[in-house]
């Protein structure tokens, strides 16, 4: 009987076998396999979703600010004469400062007498009397593409510049629409103007290969790969593409 007791003891403290310790390596290898899996597609899904998250907020950016002064365009209740600018021009800060603006398809300039004194002030001003200089005063309007920064120009305290408004914006495009909703090339007949703003993520996503083509609403394709209009730009970069269209309800008043 003592034997028996003996033989039991170590026989239960004789531990794993190799074959059992493999057995146990390869499902602990398997789960944690299937984890970092996990965890690659959950990363991956992120990345993708801030990336989307960034460019959404870029276009938000341009367009907020955008379509507030747009809006005002040929704002006049003191009298005068505001509204786009006709052909190729320059804006001014009243002194010896200037800056070529002009309104077509990639770029946009106007006036509005947003003080309502009748005449044009071509530096920003504290004209809601809140103590503040505000670029929003100023009363030349315009906005370019410049690489990737949408650009707003300013004369804060008299110092002419390009303000950047928007961050990896790729494409813009101004389409101007008359009374009837028909394209117009005629600036004092602009009552509406229709921005496309293709905006593009700041790095790549190498699990992702964009072949989608781009139009804007004048329908031609953008050119994104230096090839030709209407090819898919064929890299790894996230975009996203917005069309809204501004009506400019000063205009023709």
Known sequence: MKAFFIN???QSNQGFTLVELMIAIVISGIIAGALYSTYLVQQRSYTAQEAVAEMQQNIRAALVTMEH?????????????????????????GASSSTPVTTNATSIAFTADLDGDGTLDRVAQDANGDGRTDMADMEQIAYRLNGLNLQRYVTTSGALTW???????????????????????VPANIRAVRVSILAKASRPDRKFTNTKVYTPASGTPWDLNGAAAGNAPNDNFRRRLLITTIQCRNMGL
């Open 8 to 10: 039991k003891f170590e």
């Open 163 to 185: 303000l950047p408004v928007a961050q990896n914006i790729e494409r813009i495009e101004f389409l101007y629409l008359d009374g009837s909703g028909h394209v117009t090339s």
């Open 69 to 93: 002064d747009i809006r005002m365009a040929g704002y006049h209740p003191g009298g005068g004469t505001f509204g786009f600018v006709n052909g190729a021009t320059n804006f001014n800060n």
